[in-house]
C-alpha cells in the first residue's frame, strides 16, 4: 500500500500540518473545503473489446461542479497480465484540470493537446491479476457522462468494435471522504483474500455482549454497523487518561478508545451519520482537553493509545470533522500524534533498547510478546496522518525538546508535558534520530506502512502477532473449556503468538493477551480499508489478511467457549462475550471493547 494511494491533494495539504508541527510547535493547516460527501457510482460500461484485458468508466461520487472518476482496468483472462497506457477523452465537456490528483494503479498523467487525457500505471498498478481488475482514481472537474469517442487501452478499443458506451447505474459505492482532504475508500473488484471464508451461523460467532448464543445471525461480509453497537459506543463516556486512568492498558480507557475509534470510523464512511459524527467531535474535544489526554508513557499501552491514533488519522482525513474541531484542537491533534511516533521511536528504534518507556514508567522490552508492539502500529498511523513516511519522519529528525515542551504546555497537554518532563531533555539523542525498525526505514519506505504491519504481524519483529504455528485446541495445561473439538482452524497456520509463547513463568498461552494483540491487527486493517488502501491482493497483504482470518478465527472461537489460559496472570478461565465461567470478567475482553471489534471483522471486514 505506497501511499500513491491517497490523492496527491490530500498528501500537499497534509505537508502543510507536517511542515507546521515539525520541532514541536504544533502547527496548524486551514481545512480545505469540502463538496457534499454524496454517494454516486453512474459507470459508463464499455462493451468487451476484443482480448481479455478492458476497461470501464465511473464515478465514486459527484458533487456540483466535480466528481471522483475511476477507471477500473479488468483482466477475465485465467492468467495475470500487464498494461502500459490507456488513452481517452471524457464526453460532455468533462475535464481533469491541470493538477489534479490521481491515485490507486497510477500517480500521474499528461494532458494530451487533441483533448485527451493519457496515464500509464505505477509499477504496482501495472499488473493486473487472472479474473481480476486494477483501478485508477482521479478527480474530475464538470459532470461526468462517460468516456468520449476517444478510448484505447494498450492501442485497442476500450469499448470494443467502437460501440459507445451508455451510462448503466451499478448502485451505490461506500460514501467517501472529499478528494482535497481525506483519502478515498474505494471499492476494489480485486481485494480477494486468498481464501474466502463464509462464517457459519453458529452461536459461537455471535458479535454481541449478551451471553446468549442466537441472539445475532451471522452477518454478511461488507455489511453496515451493527446499530446496537453504535448506540452502544456512543452511550460511553469519552476517553479521560485522568488521575487513576493515567494508562492505556487500563480496560475503562481501551474501551471508551475503542468506542471513539469506532464511531470516527463510522462517520467516516458514513457521512449522514450525524449521531456519530458528532459524538466522535465530542470524544475528541473532552479528551484533548482539561488532562483528558493520553500520557504516551509505556508503549504497551498501544492497546488504548493506538485506537486514539487511528481515530485522529480519521479525523485528519475527513475535511469536515477536521474543519469542526477548529485550528486549536488540530494543533492538538498534531502534537499529540507527534508525541505518539516520539514514543516509538524512544522504543523501537534499531538503535535504541529502553528497559521502560518516556517518563521511566512500566516495564518494557521490543522483544517481548506481541502485546506490547502497540507502537509500531501508531509508527504505522502517522505515515498517514503527516501525509507520507518521510513527513512522518520529520516529526523525529526535527524534534526539539524544550520547543515541543513549550507546545503541549501552551495546548494544555498537561499529561504529556508530565511524561515527557520526567525523561527530560536526555531523550533527545535517542528520539530525534530517522525512525528503523528492523532494518525498515521510515525516511525512504514509500511502502512504510504495509512493512511495518507485516513486521509486526508475521515476519520482522522479535515475536510477531501471529506464527504462534498451526491451531491447537490446548497448550500444556491451558485448553479450550467447551466443545474443543469443533475449532474450525485446528491444525491449520498462524494461530496467534500469545496461544504458544513462554514469559518470566513459563509456557504462556493466555486467550487475553491474543485478543490484546489481535484489536490492533483489526483496528489497522479497519482504518486502511476505509481510506481504500487495502486490496489484499499483494503477497504481504494476502499472507496477512490469510493469517487474521485463521488466527482471529480461532481466538473468537476459543472465547466464545472458554479458554483456560496460563502466564504471568496466572491460571484464568477468559471468555467473551462475558460468562459465569471468567476468572476476571471486569478486565477481560468486554469490557475492553469486545463489542466493536466483532462488529468491525465482522461487519465491517467481512471476517
Excluded at 295 to 312: R, T
Aim: charged letters at 10%.
Amino acid at each position: 500500500m505506497r501511499f500513491s494511494s491517497i490523492p496527491l491533494a490530500v498528501l500537499g495539504a497534509l505537508a502543510v500540518v507536517a511542515a507546521g508541527c515539525a520541532g514541536g510547535q504544533g502547527g496548524t493547516s486551514p481545512a480545505p473545503p469540502a463538496p457534499a460527501r454524496a454517494a454516486a457510482d453512474t459507470q459508463a460500461a464499455a462493451p468487451a473489446a476484443s482480448g481479455v484485458v478492458t476497461a470501464t468508466f465511473g464515478t465514486i461520487k459527484t458533487w456540483q461542479g466535480g466528481f471522483n472518476g475511476k477507471i477500473t482496468i479488468a483482466n477475465s483472462g485465467s492468467s495475470s497480465t500487464t498494461w502500459s497506457t490507456i488513452t481517452f477523452t471524457l464526453a460532455g465537456g468533462a475535464t481533469i484540470p491541470s493538477g489534479a490528483s490521481i491515485w490507486g494503479a497510477a500517480s500521474s498523467y499528461t494532458a494530451n493537446s487533441d483533448g485527451s487525457y493519457t496515464i500509464t500505471p505505477t509499477k504496482k498498478g501495472a499488473t493486473i491479476p487472472a479474473n481480476g481488475s486494477v483501478e485508477v482514481d482521479y478527480n474530475g472537474s464538470g459532470t461526468f457522462s462517460g468516456v468520449g469517442t476517444t478510448c484505447t487501452l494498450d492501442g485497442s478499443s476500450c469499448a470494443g468494435g467502437g460501440a459507445t458506451p451508455t451510462p448503466t447505474p451499478t448502485g451505490s459505492a461506500t460514501p467517501t471522504p472529499t478528494p482535497s482532504g481525506s483519502a478515498t475508500p474505494t471499492p476494489t473488484p480485486t481485494a480477494t483474500p486468498t481464501r474466502t471464508p463464509t462464517p457459519t451461523p453458529t452461536p459461537t460467532r455471535t458479535p454481541t455482549t449478551t451471553p446468549t448464543p442466537t441472539a445475532t445471525p451471522t452477518p454478511a461480509p461488507g455489511g453496515t454497523f451493527d446499530p446496537a453497537s453504535l448506540a452502544d459506543a456512543e452511550s460511553q463516556p469519552a476517553p479521560a487518561y485522568n488521575t487513576g486512568s493515567l494508562h492505556g492498558d487500563t480496560p475503562a480507557v481501551v474501551k471508551e478508545d475503542e468506542a471513539f475509534f469506532y464511531v470516527t470510523l463510522e462517520a467516516f464512511i458514513n457521512p449522514s451519520d450525524t449521531a456519530a459524527f458528532n459524538k466522535s467531535v465530542s470524544d475528541f474535544n473532552s479528551m484533548t482537553t482539561g488532562g483528558n489526554e493520553p500520557a504516551v508513557s509505556n508503549p504497551l499501552y498501544g492497546w488504548g493509545d493506538g485506537a486514539v491514533g487511528a481515530a485522529l488519522t480519521l479525523i485528519r482525513l475527513n475535511p469536515t470533522e477536521w474543519a469542526a474541531i477548529g485550528a486549536a484542537g488540530q494543533n492538538r491533534a498534531n502534537l499529540i500524534m507527534q508525541a505518539f511516533v516520539v514514543d516509538a521511536n524512544w522504543a523501537f528504534n534499531d538503535a535504541n533498547n529502553p528497559s521502560t518507556g518516556i517518563g521511566g514508567g512500566g516495564n518494557f522490552s521490543k522483544s517481548n510478546n506481541p502485546n506490547y508492539d502497540g507502537y509500531l502500529y501508531l509508527a504505522a498511523d502517522c505515515a498517514i496522518y503527516f501525509g507520507s513516511p518521510a513527513a512522518c519522519n520529520q516529526q523525529l529528525t526535527s524534534f526539539n525538546y524544550s520547543s515541543f515542551i513549550s507546545a503541549v504546555s501552551s495546548a494544555g497537554l498537561t499529561n504529556i508535558q508530565s511524561t515527557f518532563s520526567a525523561t527530560g531533555s536526555s531523550m533527545q539523542s535517542s528520539v530525534s534520530i530517522p525512525f528503523v525498525y528492523s532494518g525498515i526505514q521510515m525516511a525512504s519506505d514509500t511502502n512504510f506502512v504495509e512493512d511495518m504491519i507485516y513486521a509486526a504481524e508475521i515476519s520482522g519483529a522479535p515475536k510477531p502477532l501471529f506464527s504462534g504455528g498451526n491451531v491447537v485446541t490446548s497448550v500444556g495445561s491451558a485448553h479450550i473449556v467447551n466443545n474443543a473439538s469443533g475449532d474450525p482452524e485446528t491444525g491449520k497456520p498462524w494461530m496467534l503468538r500469545e496461544f504458544n509463547s513462554t514469559d518470566s513463568t513459563g509456557t504462556r498461552s493466555d486467550a487475553d493477551y491474543a485478543y490484546e494483540g489481535f484489536i490492533q491487527a483489526v483496528r489497522v486493517r479497519s482504518l486502511l480499508t476505509a481510506l481504500g488502501s487495502w486490496n489484499g491482493v499483494d503477497s504481504q497483504e494476502s499472507t496477512i489478511q490469510t493469517a487474521m482470518f485463521n488466527g482471529g478465527t480461532d481466538l473468537f472461537y476459543k472465547l466464545q467457549n472458554c479458554y483456560a489460559s496460563i502466564g504471568t496472570s496466572g491460571s484464568r478461565t477468559v471468555c467473551a462475550p462475558t460468562s459465569s465461567l471468567e476468572t476476571n470478567p471486569g478486565t477481560d475482553p468486554v469490557a475492553k471493547g469486545w463489542l466493536y471489534i466483532t462488529n468491525m471483522w465482522y461487519h465491517y471486514l467481512g471476517q
